[in-house]
């Protein structure tokens, strides 16, 4: 049974990645989806795999755009029931090598960007009187994050930003909640950058890094994309309706608060 059949959902970061696989979680549980990407030939690429779905470029940095996107959405589907708010970027350093410019740039994108297309599709979910925003967070927003302060400081103020929204939302039937992936050691993200980034940091091989997050984790692996997809879904659908302002742990027990 596909339990989101005729929703309209948006994903921000849709285009490659875990938003990719978000994007298509969703058009198999029957939504029709938005693939928002500041890259708008990824985002077409996905959106052409996909039963019902568009391509838009924004960058979510940009409120402008973010408005813009609304429009294009409401201009094709005439609603919109879900927002999961997935664009995000990490950089990692220690603090006497982060420029100011990198830090801001997380931040920008992270929380900034987080509240730019909350923002921007609240007007619509409250003159419907129904709408869900999903963020994507991270473990990272429960707890510090060593040589990554940028990061966990933008995850950090995204749950505040959940639970505040939440708050504000809540009178409109609109549910606001975010999902707090552990890591995704076999995604391309690590693979193609974590890794090596944080063995810079760490002073320890990839192999190491890998061996180390293994050993965080009680249930012993790493969190996939199916792992943050099932709950999305739930998040998304009736079966949660009475859940809001939640930050829900995916990560294997590696987190617990």
């Known amino acids: 049974m596909q339990q989101l059949k005729d929703k309209v959902a948006i994903v921000t970061g849709g285009g490659q990645g875990l938003g990719q696989a978000l994007c298509e979680r969703l058009s198999k549980e029957g939504a029709k989806v938005v693939v928002a990407d500041i890259n708008l030939d990824a985002a ?9 779905a568009m391509a838009v470029k924004v960058d979510v940095c940009d409120y402008s755009q973010c408005e813009e996107m609304i429009g294009q959405v409401m201009d094709k589907y005439g609603k919109i029931d879900l927002l999961v708010s997935n664009a995000a970027i990490l950089i990692a350093k220690a603090i006497d090598e982060f420029t100011s410019a990198e830090w801001k740039k997380v931040i920008d994108v992270n929380l900034v960007g987080y509240f730019n297309c909350a923002k921007a599709v609240a007007p619509v ?36 930003l959940t639970q505040s929204l939440a708050l504000e939302l809540a009178p409109h039937n609109i ?27 760490q002073g320890i091989t990839k ?7 293994l050993n965080q984790v009680p249930l012993g692996r790493g969190c996939t994309y199916e792992d943050v997809a099932n709950v999305m879904v739930f998040l998304a659908s009736d079966s ?15 987190e617990m608060r």
């Not at 077409?44 to 019902?52: I, R, Y």
């Not at 707890?143 to 966990?152: L, T, V």
């Not at 949660?240 to 590696?254: D, P």
């Open 125 to 160: 979910m409250i003159k419907q009187g129904y709408g869900n925003i999903i963020q994507i967070n991270s473990k990272s927003g429960k707890k510090g994050s060593f040589k990554n302060s940028a990061y966990a400081a933008s995850k950090f103020g995204g749950i505040g």
């Open 207 to 213: 192999e190491e890094v890998r061996q180390k997050y």
């Open 44 to 52: 077409q690429q996905t959106a052409s795999q996909l039963e019902d």
């Open 240 to 254: 949660s309706s009475y859940m809001t302002g939640q930050a829900l742990n995916v990560t294997g027990g590696q």
């Open 175 to 201: 549910r606001v909640n975010a999902i707090c992936p552990g890591n995704l050691l076999d995604s391309p993200l690590w693979v193609n950058s974590l890794y090596e980034q944080y063995a810079r940091n």
